[in-house]
Nanobody, 123 residues
């Protein structure tokens, strides 16, 4: 099993940028497809971005496409989410997730989750 720890959240102004990191330990992260999800207060957890085991396939929610970039460094067992042109509606707790199956946007297909990191975007 793999343990996931997110970092890099914080407070940023609208239009700004931030990079989240997700460090994996316990098992090699390259065994897992990885994803980023987010959950705003009072809302369901939603898919943000996903990446295949090799990093060759990436996919995004329409709300972030063109602004966010997911990447991974399997040598460092780390997944990243580069977030640009941030908007107040991006404010949420961001979660890193790992799955043993195929690439997917469905949170129920991810077996391993981090504790989350808070992103707040001020207007």
């Amino acid at each position: 099993q793999v343990q996931l720890v997110e970092s890099g959240g914080g407070l940023v102004q609208a239009g700004g940028s931030l990079r989240l990191s997700c460090a994996a330990s316990g098992r090699t992260s390259s065994n897992y497809v990885m994803g980023w999800f987010r959950q705003a207060p009072g809302k369901e957890r939603e898919f943000v971005a996903g990446i295949s085991r090799s990093g060759g396939i990436t996919y995004y929610a329409s709300s972030v496409k063109g602004r966010f970039t997911i990447s991974r460094d399997n040598a460092k067992n780390t997944v990243y989410l580069q977030m640009n042109s941030l908007k107040p509606e991006d404010t949420a707790v961001y979660y890193c997730a790992g799955g043993l199956g195929v690439t997917t946007t469905n949170r129920r297909d991810y077996q391993y989750w981090g504790q989350g990191t808070q992103l707040t975007v001020s207007s």
